[in-house]
T-cell receptor
Framework: DVKVTQSSRYLVKRTGEKVFLECVQD?????MFWYRQDPGLGLRLIYFSYDVKMKEKGDIPEGYSVSREKKERFSLILESASTNQTSMYLCASSLQGEGYTFGSGTRLTVV | DQQVKQNSPSLSVQEGRISILNCDYT??????FLWYKKYPAEGPTFLIS?????DKNEDGRFTVFLNKSAKHLSLHIVPSQPGDSAVYFC????????????FGAGTQVVVTP
């Protein structure tokens, strides 16, 4: 089975901190995605990557950046964390044209 | 503006009965639709999908129906079991979209004994 691993299950950070969320997949998938899940809003796409060093903005990229230096790793960076970035962050990967495999999620709280 | 809409935030159903979850979409370029199930503190897991060239797909207790003219799909769970209590997300993918999925807001299903 494809495994998508997110480095932290729970994080608490202070406003203004730079935050790194890491995601690793082990099945050589080309595509990787970062979503955030908020009540009543579902899953919203922040950024995605279809190849190493390639990245595309999703629907809500403001306040975030990403890095994909290796195929298996896709990092989400909060440049200066704010309270409105408190959320559940979900990483996913896929082969082209197929559905996603998600990680378990990182619950981030910004105080 | 959300292109995939799940207008029922919650659904309560008795064990053994049918659960029907609804999903509407606005983008006529969507050609593939999926349902994901999510338990608390876990990532969503794939449940069932349907291509736009079909109008029905069945997998065990789960059936997805697609009505393209109405831009509507539904998920039927028969019979409902307590382990089906979860949040269900409808998702859709457009042609030439790099595999990006657009998700609905989710429907919380509670199956009662």
């Amino acid at each position: 089975d494809v495994k998508v691993t997110q480095s932290s299950r729970y994080l608490v950070k202070r406003t203004g901190e730079k935050v790194f969320l890491e995601c690793v997949q082990d099945m050589d998938h080309e595509n990787m995605f970062w979503y955030r899940q908020d009540p009543g809003l579902g899953l919203r796409l922040i950024y995605f990557s279809y190849d190493v060093k390639m990245k595309e903005k999703g629907d809500i990229p403001e306040g975030y950046s990403v890095s994909r230096e290796k195929k298996e790793r896709f990092s989400l960076i909060l440049e200066s964390a704010s309270t409105n970035q408190t959320s559940m962050y979900l990483c996913a990967s896929s082969l082209q044209g197929e559905g996603y495999t998600f990680g378990s999620g990182t619950r981030l709280t910004v105080v | 503006d959300q292109q995939v809409k799940q207008n029922s935030p919650s659904l309560s159903v008795q064990e053994g009965r049918i659960s029907i979850l609804n999903c509407d979409y606005t983008n006529s370029m969507f050609d593939y639709f999926l349902w994901y199930k999510k338990y608390p503190a876990e990532g969503p897991t794939f449940l069932i999908s349907i291509s736009s060239i079909k109008d029905k797909n069945e997998d065990g207790r789960f059936t997805v129906f697609l009505n393209k003219s109405a831009k509507h799909l539904s998920l039927h769970i028969v019979p409902s079991q307590p382990g089906d209590s979860a949040v269900y997300f409808c998702a859709a993918r457009a042609t030439d979209s790099w595999g990006k999925l657009q998700f609905g807001a989710g429907t919380q299903v509670v199956v009662t004994p």
